[in-house]
């Protein structure tokens, strides 16, 4: 049950990480994997790619497909609606840990 709620909570962590990092440069999914679980977060592909696909889809990121060593990798980029939210998420995100770090 606790697990099930911690990666309900878990989930929009991972977002505003992915946005981050899309902001930054291009990521792609394996990359953004590793990156997640360097800091403890425990995902499969399974999870990651339509996390990745709905916020394409919500008009947070864009996606570019490029050949790498003969296979299609997609790389992804934030928006400029996508670099807004993120703005607005490292707000929210500093209030709230401002209040609970005690």
């Known amino acids: 049950m606790e697990d099930k709620i911690l990666r309900k909570l ?10 981050h990092h899309a902001k930054d440069h ?5 990359w953004m994997l590793e990156e997640l679980h360097q800091h403890g ?3 499969s592909s399974g999870t ?3 996390i990745l696909h709905s916020m394409e889809s919500d008009g947070l990121l864009l996606k570019e ?3 790498v060593e003969g ?3 997609k ?5 400029i609606k996508g670099e807004a939210v993120l ?4 707000a929210k995100a500093f209030e709230l840990f401002k209040e609970i770090k005690d």
């Open 75 to 79: 790389y992804y980029t934030t928006t």
């Open 87 to 90: 703005e607005q998420a490292r």
């Open 10 to 19: 878990f989930l929009g962590f991972i977002q505003i990480h992915i946005l």
């Open 48 to 50: 990651l790619y339509p």
């Open 65 to 67: 497909e490029k050949n």
């Open 41 to 43: 977060y425990e995902i």
């Open 26 to 30: 291009p990521i792609y999914g394996a």
């Open 71 to 73: 296979k299609i990798r």
